[in-house]
């Protein structure tokens, strides 16, 4: 079974930085693609972030490119996601997620989640 753990949320002014992390166990971490997603209220759950196993291969939604990073560290099985410049729109509860395929933008392919962060920008 794999486990995902999120953590580093919180509140944040308009301008400022967070970095979101995801422990993940009971699996090889290296053979896992890994993925961020965020839910605001009131709307669908979006796509932000994917990185493939090896870290070599990463994508994001075109409203978080150039402010947003992911990586990942294999040998303490965790993956992050780096975000600055942040914007009132940012907020939203952020997911990760881990899927057996290939680096993967579709929420249905990932095959496990974990429990959501907060996160909150303040204009």
């Known amino acids: 079974q794999v486990q995902l753990v999120e953590s580093g949320g919180g509140l944040v002014q308009a301008g400022g930085s967070l970095r979101l992390s995801c422990a993940v166990s009971?699996?090889?971490?290296?053979?896992?693609?890994m993925g961020w997603f965020r839910q605001a209220p009131g709307k669908e759950r979006e796509f932000v972030a994917t990185?493939?196993?090896?870290?070599?291969?990463?994508y994001f939604t075109d409203s978080v490119k150039g402010r947003f990073t992911i990586s990942r560290d294999n040998a303490f099985n965790t993956v992050y996601l780096q975000m600055n410049s942040l914007k009132p729109e940012d907020t939203a509860v952020y997911y990760c997620?881990?899927?057996?395929?290939?680096?993967?933008?579709?929420?249905?392919?990932?095959?496990?989640w974990g429990q959501g962060t907060q996160v909150t920008v303040s204009s």
């Open positions: 990185i493939s196993g090896s870290g070599s291969v990463t």
């Open positions: 997620a881990a899927s057996y395929y290939v680096v993967s933008r579709g929420a249905y392919e990932y095959h496990y």
């Open positions: 009971g699996r090889a971490f290296s053979t896992l693609t």
